[in-house]
């Protein structure tokens, strides 16, 4: 499905090589994920409950579930709040292209009153590791099919980390996401992000120049940080022209970092790239099917 003013710009035909992140990301071990709980929710559709490593992790699973065609897999990443309803339609989407879906419930949620630096670290690290426990039950399940990530905003910078220490992925899709979190952060129009500034500055007397050096004190999870560590050749990167919740700028960054994938740019904003949904996880599929082969 194509869309009046998307462009694509290619991927480097000698992709730079998968570089040394920071230590305490690098590939951390995993204990064996348990399974608690798994139950139906009607025809292909499944919920259920891991167990590993400290935490409890909920996930929804849509699966042919036939050992004798496994399908290749795309771990959906949730996205900051909300959004059920079109993290929904991406999986019923991703189903109908040949893939199973799976799709974790957030750890918690992001950028609210009581959370500092520290506690944003924390859920994102907890956040990451939700995501590698149902990709490694997944793949216990059956070692043979191929496995991917796709994320949307904040999703897609959780989608970077995942695949930093997931080497084992054959690919990504990064959709409306950025890096240097440390200066998005102050400059991103979403309003929850808005608030939590004001909620900082109200009960901690700290502006913005504070919340910056905070930030890069904290964020061991910082996407530039990780995007080195992800093969260039795996990566769709999906830009919005008009985004002012992730701003050009950080996008930019991350696409750099990343290697200068392969990027596909819609001509809406953050939100009303919605409007795109249908020709943005086209592409994703194509990309993931290209590395199926």
Not at 36 to 49: I, L, P, V
Request: aromatic share 8%; hydrophobic share 45%.
């Amino acid at each position: 499905m194509a869309l009046a003013g998307c462009a694509f710009v290619a991927a480097p035909r000698h992709p730079r090589p998968v570089l040394p992140t920071r230590a305490i990301v690098a590939a951390t071990p995993l204990g064996t994920p348990e399974l608690a709980g798994f139950e139906s929710r009607g025809e292909h559709r499944w919920h259920g409950t891991l167990r590993g490593d400290g935490e409890t992790v909920l996930f929804e699973l849509w699966s042919e579930r036939d050992p004798a065609a496994p399908r290749p897999l795309v771990l959906l990443v949730p996205m900051l709040a909300g959004g059920e309803g079109i993290m929904d339609y991406v999986a019923d989407t991703m189903f109908d292209r040949g893939f199973d879906v799976a799709l974790c419930a957030r750890a918690g949620s992001a950028m609210r009153a009581g959370q500092r630096s520290a506690d944003l670290q924390e859920l994102f690290r907890r956040t990451v590791l939700h995501q590698r426990l149902v990709l490694a039950w997944l793949r216990g399940t059956d070692a043979g099919r191929g496995q991917f990530v796709l994320g949307i905003s904040l999703g897609g910078m959780v989608a970077t980390a995942v695949a930093a220490q997931e080497p084992e992925l054959a690919g990504a899709a990064i959709c409306l996401a950025g890096g240097d979190l440390p200066s998005l952060v102050p400059k991103s129009s979403e309003s929850r992000v808005r608030r939590w500034l004001e909620w900082r500055l109200t009960t901690d007397g700290v502006g913005v120049d504070h919340i910056r050096w905070e930030l890069r004190q904290q964020l061991a999870y910082e996407p530039l940080a990780l995007a080195r560590a992800v093969a260039t050749d795996k990566v769709l990167f999906v830009s919005a022209d008009f985004d002012d919740v992730v701003p050009a700028a950080n996008q930019d960054l991350l696409w750099e970092a990343l290697g200068r994938p392969e990027r596909m740019f819609v001509p809406f904003g953050h939100y009303t790239a919605a409007l795109a949904i249908g020709p943005i996880l086209s592409a994703a599929a194509d990309h993931f099917a290209a590395r199926c082969r």
